[in-house]
């Protein structure tokens, strides 16, 4: 009998590094791959990546899902249109749903335009409803977003007949999201994240740099060091947020 290619290894021990997710998403589908298979594997590789956040959280936010081996994944938490699947959930008896995380990921480039872009759209449009969703419910609720992008992205723009060059999909990712972000308090549009990161990454060694969409694309290609977070100072990012929301010391609302 013939081994099932197409069936997902077992989760590593425990996934500590975005090369673990990578690892947890395999097999990683080929360009030839049918659309189910690619789409596929971007659900594992999300999953994964879930896993991956909650654990680095789960010293400071105790009780937060999925557990280290895949368990709760997608915890149904209640929201303005009932129980709804949250990639990452941190709940209290006090507060309700305190923190959330949504991951989002495009693994491979559309057949015919040889970009990510067209894919930004349909992520978007899941997103704001989801945020909508969550905070029209529990509008306190700090929510982060984070989509995946393979570092390829850096180098899909076109040469013009004219000599220059279109913005590749990573140029065009960061303004593109940059509409989902940035929610402050509760005064502002339910349909907004707290924050939004892009992490783009090697798929062959696992390396990984995370943009926060609010600033402005680099120019260089790829980014220079200091153009980037590290995986740590995006955790700091996201305790930032939870703390200005939560913080005992003064009103959740700024002013």
Sequence with gaps: MRKDSSKPRPLPRRITSMGDVLEAALPRPTIESSREQKKNYGERLSRAASIWFANALRPRYKGITPEEDGTQQERKIGSARGAKKLDVAYSTAALGLSLGLSMKSISFRDPKTQRYTKNYSRNDNELRAEAIDYHQRQPYAVLVGVLFLPEDCYYDGKLTKR???????????????????????????????ERFFVGVYDATTGAIRFFNVMDPPPQQHPPAPDDSLSFDQVLQEITKAYEERNSPRGPRDRA
Excluded: C, E, I, W
Aim: glycine share 10%; net charge positive.
């Design 163 to 193: 000599g220059t060059t279109t913005d590749s999909s990573f140029h065009a990712v960061l303004p593109y999201f940059r509409q989902r972000a940035g929610r402050r308090d509760t005064k502002n549009d339910n349909g907004l994240f």
